[in-house]
């Protein structure tokens, strides 16, 4: 079974708006750390934002926010006024804190393309 | 500071062919981490260092792929006889310390095997 799943392959936004981004983990790990990263066509991956599964608060950093949902299992990334910049390949990402079968491993899903259009 | 940087960027090879992919972490990162992705995928783990030792090799595909890090800093992918399936970009991260840390990505290597 996928640990994790992106079940957007594309996006699109236009410039200003917000967009959410969506992503569905599995873990039978109580200790797990909740990822994402932004790749542009240069190919480097950015980090972004990071939630553990112990964060009473959903994480934040700038226009970015997580929306976690525990008992989903879902950590939807939501970009808020979008800029021509955002347009990118966005992956979620999870580790397994007490390791689980992945030995601690970051795990990618298949990502999500997104497109800002002004 | 300087983020990770990897060399070549680019890479063409012949079926058959070594080729050699080399990480330069960010100063003072204790570990790190090489990447395959593959064309339409997310990246998946190869191979984890912690200084100089090889702490997790357990992505490697075959024992094609090689990885080294001898001084604890820069570190090596070899992967010997070249096949097409090893297509993809490779992509090498570094943490401050330990696996639990947040990595950081460099710009990766697009090897293409004809």
């Known amino acids: 079974a996928q640990k994790i799943t992106q079940t957007q392959p594309g996006m699109f936004v236009q410039e200003k708006e917000a967009v959410t981004l969506d992503c569905t983990y599995d873990t039978s790990d109580p200790s797990y750390g909740l990822f994402w990263y932004k790749q542009p066509s240069s190919g480097e991956m950015i980090f972004l934002i990071y939630?553990?599964?112990?964060?009473?608060q959903n994480a934040t950093e700038g226009r970015y926010s997580l929306n976690f949902q525990k008992a989903r299992k879902s950590a939807n990334l939501v970009i808020s006024a979008s800029q021509l910049g955002d347009s990118a390949m966005y992956f979620c990402?999870?580790?397994?804190?007490?390791?689980?079968?992945?030995?601690?491993?970051?795990?990618f899903g298949k990502g999500t393309k997104l497109s800002v259009k002004p | 500071g300087a983020g990770v940087s990897q060399s070549p960027r680019y890479k063409v090879a012949k079926r058959g062919q070594d080729v050699a992919l080399r990480c330069d972490p960010i100063?003072?990162?204790?570990?790190l981490f090489w990447y395959q992705q593959a064309l339409g995928q997310g990246p998946e783990f190869l191979t984890y260092?912690?200084?100089?030792?090889?702490?997790?090799k357990s992505g490697l595909p075959s024992d094609r792929f090689f990885a080294e890090r001898p001084e604890g800093s820069v570190s090596t992918l070899k992967i010997q006889r070249t096949q097409q399936e090893d297509s993809a970009v490779y992509l090498c991260?570094?943490?401050?310390?330990?696996?639990?840390?947040?990595?950081?990505f460099g710009p990766g290597t697009r090897l293409l095997v004809l």
């Open positions: 100063s003072g990162h204790v570990s």
């Open positions: 939630q553990g599964s112990y964060d009473q």
């Open positions: 260092f912690q200084n100089e030792a090889q702490l997790d």
């Open positions: 990402a999870m580790r397994e804190l007490n390791y689980g079968g992945s030995q601690g491993n970051l795990i």
């Open positions: 991260a570094s943490s401050l310390f330990s696996r639990r840390e947040t990595q950081y």
